[in-house]
């Protein structure tokens, strides 16, 4: 299982550079998504790192707030732009909430792109199925936006998003106009229902009934819970879904982002190496295994 | 094959010395034989030797001047190479923002005396991860530049040593600039050496040496032969990587889990084991900010620590398991080679003497 | 006659908790009471049952701010129950240790605690604002008193590294050296302080006291010597108890020692000074002369300077142990427990700290004692309010107060170490929302 | 990027030995810097001045062993938006606690003459078995660097970096040789809390615990171990009962090996 299976951004190194040295980058924007959500649309202060910056949709960033630490945050913003590099950020805690006090004008370090992006060259003229759970839809956002802006390249896009109650839904709007794009499905499910919520209830996996498959010409990625994700797996499967045709993102905790700090290994691999996008047949023995 | 006697050993420490480097090598601290820097060779332990088992270490006399008649303590190289603690870089806040600092430094010059076989491959374990990868560690790497070795061939075998099994020695076969064999032949006390590198080669020119003849030679492979009969401890490695993947969940993991005190002892001691975490370190007005890193452990809660998950690994069991699979087989899918040179440190080191080779052989055992 | 009350509920800058109620009627004090509140903590009750082994660890805890000195009476009394005396350069190690508490707590009573009262301060932060540098200076000598604790005993508060018959690991010389350069600053501040607090407005105030403290035929006390007063007291520790008791006092609930012949007594710097004036190094004497002080100090108001002077003796006589220092052999003598009672008097930074032990064959403990220094001058200071109050009655209420409540810290009080056998007197004391 | 505001700190004191709030003092080369930083508007033990509350951050030394202090500490959490126990006493009760494993009664008669007038507690307790606390800085005494990282994270918003697992790694990141692998010396140092910068084995003796149990103390284990070394049933009581002795798991191991 050596090397990445997916793509991986153009990573510039020298050979001899602390790899641990941030960028500075200004927050151009500050934008609220939800309460305690939020994107930061940023601008690298150096030109030619500015220039030399490319990634993939799937990617993150390790973002620094002064005196705090140091976080891993997926890129959302279009790869084609790559100038100003958009992260949106939920408030967790201490880094997450340092860089909430923050504002447009103040500057962070950040460094990058690490890590594998989503398989949108092969899923080039193919069905992409989306399925997403709870606060961790940030990273397939980018696959949103990308399809969205090369629609004709692709097939069906069909969105699946589970919550647990009706309040956790961020970007209702976002989700609504996502709908609205051609050959595009919006699905929404929350475990409990409330008085308002006119769409489904229950599981995600529930969702699957919902939606055709073509399991010959589709690839799902996801991005969520890790529960959620199991049996969304499990049941993507026995529709006849291979292992090859699923993605997903995974989250361990992370220090260096170089596989130098070991922490976020995930059995024979490392999330910011092969990771955080993984192709499922090649974690399918670690991934049922508490405690990973 | 080259000769040095005894009493020219001295010389040796001396030529390098000359040569700018500073002597690092095996002295006796606090009941222990430790990595320290050495004034001279006398610093060394002459005549001393530790005894070992799975959570005791004892030090011993001996009968004889020995400078190497002893096996590996508690101390590995890396503290050299990869330190407990590391300042990354650090940072000001100014009008607009902050301004990063790098304050690097040369690495001095080492010459490391008296490293065995089984920590020259730890050493090559570290390099593939710390300096083989897209990003290097530049104070690993520099580092690693600027070391002579003095590699010594073990003559005694420590009670909890297996490096014949995982096949890192006790001879020592690269990596090295010099190799000696100690020979202790009734009033007779000399070096067998290896020469390994052109510098190593270049040194032996200032000291006094000559051609080793065929039977001092032989004596000298004797030596090596009788220490690799003599191990401690054994290990079967027979498709290890696959026997603990087919065991991940095996009973053996609860029983280890209810003896671990997941102190991180092993991981410390560990040669190989390189894992780090990264800290803030501020002063009190919020002007003035270090990234420091230092020496962390999988045996730590926060080692996996995830917002709004807690930790990962939880449970002991789980701890446990994620080291001594990482070190047996998941180290192989990573960096193509074990994680483990068998040199027993985890189990002379562990405070209630768990032993990796006791628990390869009960999930060997329970599966066959 | 009118009837007017002084109260300060919740004293400040002493160690630990207590409160103050002064009845005047005219210009007569009528009553007077120290009331320590702080809670009890039975250590003497505690202890039973433990090894005795763990005697200095464990009586360390009845005080952060004088630990050094739980431990050196504790391993003292201990040792003299077993028989074993500690000499050499173990010794000379345990006076160190001890000179390094004497400087920390000094410079901070004088610099942190006691100063600001001279020139009208809360604290010695605010007093830092109009005088940085002096304390600033205090700041660093008590710091080289912690460093010297630190390099001894691994930390400041509660080191760890004291025991029974000497210590866990004895320094090298090597190691004691980087102290020497430190000590040497050190000397130099506290010349300097000696002279600054001689400068301070200190008011007129002599006193009668009967000065107790330790005296040892050639050395400023520290661990050992004989129990002695000015007025004729001259015994062995294995005899305090035949002498000294403690005094149930009706206004107050509150055990006072008394020597059991004549009454309240005086320990602390000003009765170890005025005791040994003669061997304190000639630097000391200097400078003390220097300072207007005579080898008998009777203004308690004046212990400010004497403790200065006794910073000053400390750094010196540190300075002089490193010099000769070897490190020893072993670095601890063998301590064997047998059935028996061990007696020990140190000095303490504010005053003599006595523990007796009985402890049986396998070294438990079966019962203790311990009397500390503030205790013992509970009386004192009681004593000494009552001649404040009508000295200074035509002052307003508050700043009547505050001169009450400078002639206690006159004497520095440890009100944690006081009340680990002091009854205590509830106080409502709330706090201030 | 403006600087914080300055917060308003306040340290109160229960039964203890004062020695973790001159942790405070011992700061020599901070305590300027941290008053310049911080309003320090309740410190009994260094300052006359007192302000009124509400506090931002309480320091709360000592434990809770009187009906008086049962009581003042709820008005101190109500008056402190964060309540931060300093030291064993307050996030254990401390050697004091030692009473709640006898009589208390035994215990003033032994050192009082007239106990009717004590009033006290049959025990000794941490000051979170009374009101909530926001963060626990251990030992006994606590130490000063963490003291003051444990200021300075909330003058800067965020939680104390004090790491909870054991000395022993803080131990060999200083290249200690353990005393129990070396010497055969019980120590408490795997399972006891870092933080001290593992001093005893430094100084060549076992680690007593006095910083109380670590993230997940495994004492069972260790307790067995000492059983190997030769320690006696009574002295792994002993060893488990001292400046943390009503600390859970210490508890438990404790009374596991009481006959
Ligand atoms: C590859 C990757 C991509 C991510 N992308 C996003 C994103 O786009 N938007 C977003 O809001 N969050 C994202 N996360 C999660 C985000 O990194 C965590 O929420 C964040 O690290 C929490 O840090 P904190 O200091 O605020 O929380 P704390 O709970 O205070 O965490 C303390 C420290 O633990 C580590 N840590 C905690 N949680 C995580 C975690 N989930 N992953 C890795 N390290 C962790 C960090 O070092 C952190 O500083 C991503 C995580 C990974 C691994
Ligand atoms: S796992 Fe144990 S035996 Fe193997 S290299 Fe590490 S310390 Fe040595
Ligand atoms: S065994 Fe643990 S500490 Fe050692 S390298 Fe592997 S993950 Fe890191
Ligand atoms: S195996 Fe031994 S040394 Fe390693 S964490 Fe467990 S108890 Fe500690």
Redesign the pocket.
């Known amino acids: 299982m050596n090397g990445p299976l997916s793509p991986v951004g153009v990573q510039h190194v020298e050979p001899r550079q602390n790899p641990y040295v941030p960028h500075l980058a200004e927050i151009v924007e500050k934008r609220w998504e939800a309460p305690r959500i939020f994107t930061y649309r940023l601008r690298f202060r150096d030109e030619a790192r500015r220039r030399a910056f490319r990634f993939f949709p799937g990617q993150f960033n390790m973002i620094y707030a002064f005196g705090v630490g140091e976080v891993p945050i997926s890129i959302v913003s279009d790869p084609e732009d790559a100038d100003l590099l958009d992260h949106t950020i939920r408030v967790a805690g201490d880094v997450t909430g340092a860089l909430d006090r923050l504002d447009a004008g103040d500057v962070v370090g950040l460094r990058g792109p690490y890590g594998s992006g989503w398989p949108l060259e092969e899923a080039r003229g193919k069905d992409v199925i989306l399925v997403t759970g709870g606060l961790g839809c940030a990273p397939v956002v980018s696959v949103i936006n990308y399809v969205v802006k090369r629609r004709e390249s692709y097939g069906a896009l069909k969105i699946l998003h589970g919550i647990k109650t009706p309040k956790d839904l961020l970007y209702r709007e976002r989700f609504q106009a996502w709908g609205r794009i051609p050959n595009t499905e919006v699905h929404l499910t929350s475990d409990q229902g409330d008085g308002q919520w006119r769409y489904h209830i229950g599981v995600v996996t529930n969702l699957f009934r919902r939606i055709t498959i073509d399991t010959r010409n589709s690839l799902v990625m996801m991005c969520g819970p890790e529960t959620m994700m199991r049996f969304s797996v499990r049941d993507l499967m026995t529709q006849g879904l291979s292992a090859d045709r699923i993605y997903l993102s995974l989250e361990r905790n992370m220090k260096c982002a170089v596989v130098l700090c070991g922490h976020c290994q995930y059995g024979p691999t490392f999330v910011c190496r092969e990771g955080p996008v993984y192709r499922y047949d090649r974690i399918q023995p670690w991934f049922d295994v508490k405690e990973i | 094959m080259q000769i040095i006697e005894r009493s020219a050993f001295p010389v040796l420490c001396e030529a390098l010395q000359r040569r700018g480097y500073e002597l690092v090598g095996p002295t006796l601290r606090d009941g222990a034989i430790v990595y320290d820097r050495l004034a001279s060779a006398a610093d060394l332990p002459i005549g001393w030797t530790d005894e070992q088992q799975g959570g005791a270490y004892r030090l011993k006399q001996r009968p004889d001047g020995a400078l190497f008649g002893y096996a590996v303590g508690p101390h590995s190289w890396k503290k050299y190479f990869l330190p407990s603690e590391q300042a990354l870089w650090r940072a000001e806040r100014e009008e607009n923002g902050f301004r990063i600092i790098e304050d690097r430094r040369d690495a001095p010059k080492l010459v490391l005396i008296g490293v065995r076989s089984c920590e020259l491959h ?1 050493m090559a374990i570290q390099d593939k991860v710390l300096m083989g990868g897209a990003c290097v560690d530049p104070w690993y790497a520099s580092q690693r530049e600027r070391v002579f070795i003095v590699a010594v061939n073990c003559g005694q075998a420590g009670g909890t040593c297996f490096c014949v099994s995982m096949h890192t020695g006790p001879k020592a076969t690269s990596g090295y600039d010099l190799a000696l064999t100690e020979v202790l032949e009734g009033d007779r006390h000399y070096f067998v050496v290896d020469v390994g590198t052109e510098a190593g080669e270049a040194l032996l020119l200032d000291i006094p040496h000559r051609e080793a003849r065929d039977e001092e030679a032989k004596t000298a492979e004797e030596v090596v032969t009788q220490t690799a009969k003599t191990m401690g401890r054994t290990m079967d490695t027979t498709s290890i990587k696959e026997l603990l993947y087919a065991n991940v969940e095996h009973p053996r993991w609860e029983r280890v889990a209810a003896r671990c005190l997941a102190c991180g002892n ?1 991981t410390m ?4 084991c390189y894992c780090t975490t990264v800290e803030d370190v501020t002063d009190l007005a919020g002007e003035q900010t270090e990234r420091r890193r230092t020496w962390d452990s999988c045996f730590t809660m926060d080692f996996s620590h995830l917002h709004g998950v807690g930790s990962v690994r939880s449970s002991t069991k789980g701890r446990y398991r994620q080291w001594m699979t990482h ?1 047996l087989a998941t180290w192989f899918d990573q960096f193509g080679t074990s994680g ?7 189990i002379t080191w562990c405070p209630v003497a768990i032993d ?1 080779t006791e628990e390869v052989r009960a999930i060997r055992e329970a599966t066959s | 006659m009118s009837t007017r009350t002084i109260t300060v509920d919740t004293l400040a800058r002493v160690e630990g908790e207590g409160a103050l109620t002064v009845t005047l009627e005219g210009d007569t004090v009528i009553d007077v009471k120290l009331k320590l509140f702080e809670p009890p903590r039975f250590f003497e009750a505690l202890l039973r049952g433990r090894r005795f082994e763990e005697a200095p660890d464990i009586t360390s805890r009845i005080c952060g701010i004088c630990p050094i000195a739980y431990q050196m009476s504790a391993a003292h009394a201990m040792e003299n129950a077993c028989g074993v005396r500690v000499d050499g350069a173990l010794r000379v190690l345990r006076r160190l240790i001890y000179c390094g508490e004497w400087i920390e707590s000094h410079a901070l009573h004088v610099y942190m605690l006691h100063a600001p009262d001279f020139l009208g301060y809360e604290s010695a932060i605010h007093m830092a604002k109009d005088h940085p540098a002096i304390v600033e200076r205090g700041l660093q000598l008590k710091k080289v008193g912690n460093d010297v604790i630190v390099l001894l005993g691994g930390r400041s508060v509660h080191p760890v590294n004291v025991r029974l018959g000497g210590f866990y690991k004895a320094p090298t010389k090597l190691e004691l050296a980087p102290l020497a350069e430190k000590l040497r600053w050190a000397r130099d501040a506290a010349i300097e302080t000696v002279r600054w607090v001689a400068s301070l407005p200190i008011p007129e105030f002599e006193q009668d006291y009967e000065f107790v403290g330790l005296r040892h035929p050639d050395e400023y006390p520290f661990n050992e010597g004989r129990l002695v007063s000015d007025r004729g007291l001259d015994i062995a520790i294995s005899e305090y108890d035949a002498h000294f008791a403690e005094e149930q006092v009706a206004h107050s609930n509150a055990l006072h020692s008394t020597l059991r012949e004549r009454g309240a007594y005086a320990v602390g710097p000003l009765a170890r000074y005025s005791l040994n004036f003669d061997r304190l190094s000639p630097l000391a004497q200097e400078a003390a002369r220097a300072a207007g002080l005579g080898p008998v100090c009777r203004n308690p108001f004046q212990s400010i300077v004497v403790r200065s002077v006794e910073i000053l003796y400390a750094c010196d006589e540190a300075l002089r142990l490193i010099d000769g220092y070897e490190m020893p052999a072993r670095h601890a003598v063998e301590v064997r427990p047998r059935a028996a009672v061990g007696y020990a008097c140190t000095e303490a930074p504010r005053g003599i700290l006595y523990h007796r032990y009985q402890i049986d064959e396998h070294g438990t403990i079966l019962d203790a004692k311990i009397v500390p220094p503030t205790s013992q001058n509970q009386k004192t200071i009681e004593r000494d309010l009552a001649h404040v109050v009508p000295k200074y009655v035509s002052l307003p209420n508050e700043q009547l107060t505050w001169r009450c409540e400078q002639a206690i810290r006159n004497y520095d009080p440890c009100i944690s170490c006081a009340t680990h056998f002091l009854t205590l007197t509830i106080e409502q004391a709330s706090v201030r929302t | 990027m403006a600087p914080a505001p300055k917060l308003k700190l306040a340290v109160w004191k229960f039964a203890s030995c004062d020695g973790c709030q001159l942790t405070l003092l011992n700061c020599e080369d901070e305590l300027l810097a941290i008053a310049d930083r911080v309003d320090i508007a309740e410190f009994r033990e260094a300052s006359r001045a007192v302000a009124q509350g509400p506090y931002d951050l309480s320091l709360v030394e000592g434990s809770i062993t009187t009906v008086r202090d049962a009581s003042r500490i709820l008005e101190i959490r109500r008056a402190s938006k964060t309540l931060v126990t300093i030291g064993a006493c307050a996030t254990a009760g401390g050697i004091q606690a030692l009473r709640n494993f006898k009589d208390v009664n035994d215990f003033i008669s032994l050192v009082y003459a007239s106990p009717q007038y004590i009033d006290t507690l049959a025990t000794s307790t941490a000051i979170a078995a009374h009101v909530r606390v926001d963060f626990e800085l251990r030992g006994c005494p606590i130490d000063a660097r963490q003291l003051i990282e444990v200021i300075g994270a909330y003058v800067h918003g965020h939680r104390p970096r004090t790491p909870s697992h054991s000395v022993c790694i803080e131990c060999k990141q200083r290249g200690t040789v353990c005393v129990m692998v070396a010497r055969g010396t019980p120590c408490l140092g795997p399972v006891t809390h870092t933080g001290c910068g593992a001093l005893c084995p430094t100084y060549h003796r076992g680690c007593y615990g006095c910083f109380g149990p670590m993230e997940t103390p495994n004492t069972g284990s260790l307790s067995e171990w000492w059983g190997h070394l030769g320690v006696r049933e009574e002295d792994v009581v002993r060893a488990f009962r001292t400046f943390n002795a009503d600390a859970e798991a210490f508890r438990r191991e404790a009374q596991a090996h009481e006959h």
């Open positions: 730890a092993c001691v560990c040669p190989t070190k483990c040179v068998g040199c027993g440190r985890c990796i």
